[in-house]
């Protein structure tokens, strides 16, 4: 079993509509969490850490279920610009060795 | 601030032929981080540097590929001799710590004929 997986998609939604995925990983070891955004042969640029208690930036809505070993996130309002690869990345705590998913690519159509 | 400093952007070569990437992190950075993406694929770890010193090298080709960090700031990552599926983009990456999140150069796009 892979360490991180994620549904690659690609979920393509109309603008304005709402967007979640989920990124599931195996090692219960694993302490920190974020997503990234890769655009288009661009690199990876952070998008928001995940806390525990889950976290909002704007749109964007992390959560972290460590029961179920899984992070999500959720965008709300979906705009154009939206349109790009979502990486998961999780921290082991015992030592630090950094797991990427393979990414979820989202679509946002006009 | 400036940001992760990679070079050359692109890369064409022949296989067998040998190519260097460059890469110089976030100033303060410890930790620093070379990745191997193919298309369509998360980004994969090459090498791991904690100041000059490797923390994990274990999916590094060793017979073709070296890094190194020599004075613990900017660093070098070497293939030798290219083959074909290492056409790629080879991102390097810092952070300030390895628990820390990282920041991304821009990437050099690799491609071996």
């Given amino acids: 079993r892979k360490e991180v997986e994620q549904d690659p998609g690609p979920f393509n939604v109309p603008e304005g509509a709402t967007v979640a995925f989920n990124c599931t990983y195996s090692n219960s070891a694993s302490q920190s969490f974020f997503w990234y955004r890769q655009d288009c042969r661009k690199e990876p640029k952070l998008l928001m850490s995940v806390y525990s208690s889950g976290n909002e930036d704007g749109r964007f809505t992390a959560q972290l279920n460590r029961a179920s070993q899984y992070i999500s996130l959720l965008i709300r309002d979906s705009k154009l610009s939206d349109s790009a690869t979502y990486l998961c990345v999780l921290i082991r705590s015992n030592d630090y060795k950094l797991s990427f998913g393979a990414g979820t690519t989202v679509t946002v159509r006009a | ?113």
């Fill in chain 2, 1 to 113: 601030e400036a940001g992760v400093a990679q070079s050359p952007r692109y890369k064409i070569i022949e296989k067998r032929q040998s190519v260097a990437f460059w890469c110089n992190p976030i100033s303060g950075h410890a930790t620093l981080y070379w990745y191997q993406q193919i298309l369509g694929q998360g980004p994969k770890l090459l090498i791991q540097f904690q100041n000059n010193g490797v923390v994990d090298d274990s999916q590094l080709p060793k017979d073709r590929f070296s890094a190194e960090r020599l004075k613990g700031v900017d660093s070098t990552l070497k293939i030798q001799p290219a083959k074909l599926e290492d056409s790629a983009v080879y991102l390097c990456a810092s952070s300030l710590a390895a628990r820390e999140k990282l920041f991304f150069g821009s990437g050099t796009q690799l491609s071996v004929l």
